[in-house]
């Protein structure tokens, strides 16, 4: 069988003295490779190749900067709009069209412009997108601004994540991409060795301080095929019997980078800043609307505090399969250009869906803001 280098597993165990728990690989780390350094192409990107046109956004194309360093992130408080909102939306959605896209989770909107949103515009994108916990913003001009003023936007919702291993455009740090490039083939090797591509996660969940409102935008893309799965955490949550939500009130557990680091350093690529590790709670409150959801991952959570490891690699694969089955709260989002998709990290999983092979390019940029320290308010009946 021929080998398959799009997909690199580790099985690291890492000792943080401070959590007196090994951060064992209970999941094994799966990642689809989303190019590097090494995969990528300056001149088949901007010239185009024989089948595949040039790049439609060159300003956004990758550069690894491997001599730049970060240090560690500090805390900082962090500022919910979503609080400050009009539940009726008058500045976000008079004039606009939006439709669910299932009964539990998604919506999708037409006739706003993001970028041109007041103050309370944006309050209220905060609060529709954790109601909904993800909106899809079709026609969109975050890709045709310059990149500052498409940050500048996106600051308003919290301090900008710096991805510790992604390429980002040249000068532009804060600006995490996801680049595949012209007449890539690493669907067809990935398939050799796998037999789906689904990886579900929510986004950096080893920082102390992860995402909330996130942003996702389509820069190029195939004509079909790399939708986006989402699921409702907060659903998901919601499915438990009242004895098993007692049973995960005060559980937490270590979510860790290290896996993430040591993937990007064995493909030729970057770490900007050191592999953390944070303990985080296994149910976490919303800020804004209250709600409880599950805060699991099986590519960044590692083990249970105060569990054994089978009784941790137990609960946490039933909640991981709880999560991946339930596909009566998820949703699919197709991309088309202009297409500005917002998530709530902090109440949604995602997956990336790899599943065309024709070598079309897939160039999309996401602005990251983090938001609080997950926390777990009292248990309720
Ligand atoms: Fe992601």
Redesign the pocket.
């Known amino acids: 069988m021929a080998p398959a280098p799009a997909v690199v597993e580790t099985t690291t165990l890492t000792h943080n003295p401070a959590l007196r728990e090994p951060v064992s690989a209970n999941t094994i780390y799966k990642e689809v490779y989303i190019g590097g350094p090494k995969a990528f192409s300056k001149d088949a990107e901007l010239k185009g190749t024989g089948k595949q046109p040039p790049a439609k956004y060159p300003n956004y194309l990758p550069v690894w900067d491997a001599e730049k360093k970060y240090a560690p992130l500090q805390p900082f408080t962090h500022y919910e709009h979503g609080k400050d909102a009009d539940p009726s939306f008058p500045n976000l959605l008079a004039g606009a069209q939006i439709v669910d896209l299932t009964a539990n989770i998604g919506a999708e909107v037409r006739g706003v412009q993001l970028s041109k949103l007041t103050q309370k515009g944006k309050d209220e994108l905060a609060l529709l997108v954790a109601q909904k916990k993800v909106v899809a913003f079709r026609d969109q001009d975050l890709a045709d601004l310059p990149i500052q003023e498409a940050l500048d936007f996106g600051g308003y919702f919290g301090r900008h994540h710096i991805h510790p291993t992604s390429g980002a455009p040249a000068g532009y740090p804060e600006i995490h991409l996801v680049h595949r490039g012209a007449d890539d083939t690493t669907a067809r090797d990935f398939y050799q060795d796998r037999t789906n591509s689904i990886t579900w ?3 950096v969940t080893y920082e102390n301080q992860p995402p909330g409102t996130t942003f996702l935008y389509l820069l190029d893309g195939p004509a079909a095929g790399g939708d986006t799965l989402f699921a409702n955490q907060a659903e998901a949550y919601r499915r438990l019997s009242p004895e098993f939500k007692k049973r995960l009130h005060g559980l937490t557990a270590i979510h860790s980078a290290h896996e993430q680091a040591n993937n990007s350093q064995s493909r030729g690529g970057v770490v900007r800043r050191e592999p953390v590790t944070s303990v985080h709670p296994i149910v976490r409150t919303h800020p804004a609307t209250g709600e409880k959801a599950l805060f699991v991952n099986p590519q960044f959570t590692r083990r249970i505090v105060g569990f054994k490891k089978e009784e941790s690699d137990y609960l946490l694969n039933f909640l991981y399969d709880h999560i991946a089955k339930g596909q009566d709260f998820q949703t699919r989002v197709k991309w088309a250009p202009g297409t500005v998709v917002v998530w709530d990290n902090r109440v949604t999983a ?1 997956s ?1 869906i790899l599943d065309w092979d024709d070598g079309q390019r897939r160039h999309l940029a996401r602005i990251t803001p983090q938001a609080e320290r997950p926390y777990e308010t009292p248990f309720e009946e």
Do not use: L
Request: a negative charge; charged letters at 20%; zero cysteines.
């Open positions: 996660h929510s986004d995602h990336a």
